[in-house]
């Protein structure tokens, strides 16, 4: 096996599928810089075609045993890994996904080498590899979908109708257009009355965040503090002509425990026990909520199954009718997401009362969209801005020693923190996952 030859695999976890790790101009470039050459299984599913990779000099070629290093995107089959090869690619094995052990053992008993994007971090402690932003853009879009479907099944038109779900338009400008025509309809002809203040809420302020509002920003928008909402909405100076925004940051959304004590950044992520979420107090004021936070178990909630009950009361007409869980976390910080959906059936109904999901856009309760793959819903977008950020470092993941001692492989840091397995062996900072895999 040549050291210097690099393999991309076609990606077949599900249909929906198209992103690649490195875009065709960006092999150009490393081929033109360092001694490396590549080759692409073929793909008809792949965003960019098989032949813009050959114009640039990457071989296309069904099999890839002749390269010692391979990069993809999402998880491989078990049958086409190969004893002692090198992969990189989003394994979703770090947190001990049970759905992903066999993968990992499996790997292991080959004596392969894995480094996962997701792992990769600066010095800061801020990965450098991610879909973050294209999750929050393809996660808005399909939330303003899900409105104007949601409004329709309800005997509303409302100027969101026209939009259609991220993967139905032909790339994110077409999308863009799409919302843009939105906010001059709603400027010149304004919203319905049964729907003011149209008040979206972003849960988080991170890359997921920020997408989300990027798409959202190009509506005639106007922002309101989290402290503000109540009385803004109570006191009736909005106007049919403008959506309103909230952006809710940790010392909005929970309280300390002890009533004498003071919200503290630091305190909270280091004793989130001591918290509890108060997020109920906004919920009755919006239409829409996104969700873009990062949730672990240990922090609390911050839509209970619980609130949606009393929310959705019988007699109660709660504004809330949409929900957009971008960050997808099943039973997480919104219980409602009670499953992950794909863009085939991206939506359904979490009826409180009866503690059940309903497929669609039909019943009562909040119309939940958590597709747990948005990115892929903008392929090459996405692909663009992660092959620019991966770029850089593959040269050194090529030159790097995968035949001695871990210590002295000579990958980065920021590349070597991401190894979980290294010749078939757990890492020192993945030991934890043996309990996982056996042994």
Known sequence: MEKNLI??????INPWEKRVPLIPSHIRELMRDHPLEFRLQPSA??????EEYAREGAGIDEHLSCCAILFAIKEIPLHLFEKDKVYIFFSHTAKGQAHNMPMLKHMAELGCTLIDYEKMVDDKGQRVLFFGRQAGYAGMIDTLWTYGLALKNDGLQTPFAPIRQTIRYLNLVEAREAVQKVGREIRVKGLDRRLLPFVCGFAGYGHVSQGAQEIFDLLPFEQVAPRDLAAFVKEGNYSAHRVYKVVFKEEDMVEPKNRGARFELQDYYKSPEKYASRFE???PYLNILVNGIYWAPKYPRFVTKDI???????????RLRVIGDISCDVNGAVECTVKATDPDHPIYVYDPVQDRALDGAEGRGPVVMAVYNLPAEIPLESSVFFSQALKPYVPAIAAADYRGDFARCNLPDVVKMAVILYRGQLTADYAYLQKFIGS
């Open 7 to 12: 393999g991309i695999r076609r990606e077949d």
């Open 45 to 50: 599913r792949r965003v960019i075609p098989d």
């Open 281 to 283: 107090d906004y919920l």
């Open 308 to 318: 949606l009950k009393r929310l959705y009361a019988p007699g109660a007409q709660p």
